[in-house]
């Protein structure tokens, strides 16, 4: 075998060696996109069902006794931003029919804001042997009361409230903290609460900005 023969049979026998020594390509990685029977067989993403509105803080429970008689209920108020002032509140009975006890309710919670009263305390009222002290309203209870008054209520109870009279209520206002507050005011014949001119139970809820 002559020289270029020799050259030529080891280029060849090199090139032999350097592919035995590569092994076979590696194939590419399997695709991460499921199958068309694959994605049908997973389960469908469960819809979020919607959920109750929540009560708005101060709110009441309806009672359960309802009373037909009807009212027409107005509120005013004048409580400064700054310090306390009156929340007036009038009622006319529409019904044929007397309302022995007018009832009106508030969350006792309230009292952290907004401390509502029959009254403003004086001297008179505590001095002993004093004077016999005149008031209009029937009783102030912080539920639960001996009457069916409900724990987390306070009910101030005025009347009577006679056949297309108007009772003219004043609430001395205390401000606690600062800033508006919204809550919810009933007025009631005793333990039922009453109705609107609407029919729907009187039942409002006051702003004090």
């Known amino acids: 075998m002559n020289e270029r023969a020799r050259s030529v049979a080891a280029a060849v026998l090199v090139a032999v060696l350097l592919v035995a020594c590569a092994g076979p ?5 399997p695709s991460s996109v499921p199958s068309a029977s694959e994605s049908a067989s997973e389960p469908a993403t469960a819809t979020e069902l919607p959920t109750a509105t929540p009560e ?3 709110s009441l429970e309806l ?3 309802e009373d037909s008689r009807t009212i027409r209920v107005d509120v005013a108020l004048d409580v400064p931003v700054d310090g306390g002032g009156h929340i007036t509140v009038e009622v006319t ?3 044929a029919e007397r309302v022995s006890e007018l009832v ?3 969350p006792t919670a309230l009292n952290r804001s907004l401390f509502l009263a029959p009254f403003a305390p004086s001297h008179q ?3 002993d042997g004093g004077p016999p002290l005149l008031q209009d309203w029937s009783k102030w209870v912080v539920g639960p009361g001996e009457r069916g008054e409900p724990a987390g209520t ?3 109870g005025w009347g009577p409230l006679d056949p297309g009279a108007t009772l003219t209520i004043p609430i001395l206002v205390t401000r606690r903290a600062a800033g508006p507050i919204a809550f919810d005011l009933q007025l009631l014949a005793g ?3 009453l109705l609107l001119e609407s029919g729907e139970p009187a039942e409002l809820r006051v702003s004090v900005p």
């Open 25 to 29: 390509t590696p194939s590419a990685s």
């Open 56 to 58: 708005p803080p101060l």
């Open 63 to 65: 009672p359960p006794s």
């Open 93 to 95: 009975n529409l019904s």
């Open 104 to 106: 009106l309710r508030w």
């Open 125 to 127: 009222r505590i001095a």
């Open 154 to 156: 306070i009910s101030l």
């Open 191 to 193: 333990e039922a609460i």
